[in-house]
T-cell receptor
Framework: DAEITQSPRHKITETGRQVTLACHQTWNHNNMFWYRQDLGHGLRLIHY???????NKGEVSDGYSVSRSNTEDLPLTLESAASSQTSVYFCASSEHPRAEQYFGPGTRLTVT | RKEVEQDPGPFNVPEGATVAFNCTYSNSASQSFFWYRQDCRKEPKLLMS???SGNEDGRFTAQLNRASQYISLLIRDSKLSDSATYLC?????????????FGTGTRLTIIP
C-alpha cells in the first residue's frame, strides 16, 4: 500500500542547531507539503512543492528551507533552530494541488 | 478576516444525538472542499469531500452553500468514536499557485 512516512517521529534539539526532518511518500504524487501545527493556530503551511526542482514558500517559511531532488522526498531543514519552532510538523502529499492531501504521522520537535 | 473560519467548540454531545458544524470561507472562487478528522496527537485524515449537490457517507452528510460561502457537516446517531477535531478545508490561490487552507478545527466530544 502507498504511504507517507516521516522521520524522526520525535526530536529534541538545541537552539542554533541545524535540523532536517524527512518526508517520504510512495504515492508517486507530484505535490508535497510541509505544515506545522500549534495550539490556537491550526495547520500552517511552511513550504510546498509541485514537482522535482520546484519549491514554494508558504505562510510561515522564515527559518525553514526545502529541496526536491526526486518525486518521493521533501526534506524540511531548520537552518538554525529557535524555541519558536517547537511544534508538531506534518508532511502531506496530493495528486493535484486542489485534491485531497494525505498526511504523514508527524514529527514532534522540541527546541530547548 | 480568516480565509476559513470554524467555531472551535468544544461541542459536547450525548451519544446518539445529531450534531452539525458549519465552516465559512472567504474566497468565492474556491472549488474544492473537504472535511478532515484529527484525533488527539495524530495526523489529519480525510473524512469526506464536499460536492456541490451535497453528499452522504453513512452517518455523515456534507453540504456546500456557495451563495453564502459555507460548508457544513452533519453527524447522525453520534458514536463515542466520533470524538475528534473536525477540520474544514478549502482550496485557494496563493500567488498563482493553488493550495489547500485548513480551518483551525471544531472539537467534538461524544458523551456516554
Amino acid at each position: 500500500d502507498a504511504e507517507i512516512t516521516q522521520s524522526p517521529r520525535h526530536k529534541i534539539t538545541e537552539t542554533g542547531r541545524q535540523v532536517t526532518l524527512a518526508c517520504h511518500q510512495t504515492w508517486n504524487h507530484n505535490n508535497m507539503f510541509w505544515y506545522r501545527q500549534d495550539l490556537g493556530h491550526g495547520l500552517r503551511l511552511i513550504h510546498y512543492s509541485y514537482g522535482v526542482q520546484d519549491t514554494n514558500k508558504g505562510e510561515v517559511s522564515d527559518g525553514y528551507s526545502v529541496s526536491r531532488s526526486n518525486t518521493e522526498d521533501l526534506p524540511l531543514t531548520l537552518e538554525s533552530a529557535a524555541s519558536s519552532q517547537t511544534s508538531v510538523y506534518f508532511c502531506a502529499s496530493s495528486e493535484h494541488p486542489r485534491a485531497e492531501q494525505y498526511f504523514g504521522p508527524g514529527t514532534r520537535l522540541t527546541v530547548t | 478576516r480568516k480565509e476559513v473560519e470554524q467555531d472551535p467548540g468544544p461541542f459536547n454531545v450525548p451519544e446518539g444525538a445529531t450534531v452539525a458544524f458549519n465552516c465559512t470561507y472567504s474566497n468565492s472562487a474556491s472549488q474544492s472542499f473537504f472535511w478532515y478528522r484529527q484525533d488527539c496527537r495524530k495526523e489529519p485524515k480525510l473524512l469526506m469531500s464536499v460536492y456541490s449537490s451535497g453528499n452522504e457517507d453513512g452517518r455523515f452528510t456534507a453540504q456546500l452553500n456557495r451563495a453564502s460561502q459555507y460548508i457544513s457537516l452533519l453527524i447522525r446517531d453520534s458514536k463515542l468514536s466520533d470524538s475528534a477535531t473536525y477540520l474544514c478545508v478549502v482550496n485557494e490561490m496563493d500567488f498563482g499557485n493553488e493550495k489547500l487552507t485548513f480551518g483551525t478545527g471544531t472539537r467534538l466530544t461524544i458523551i456516554p
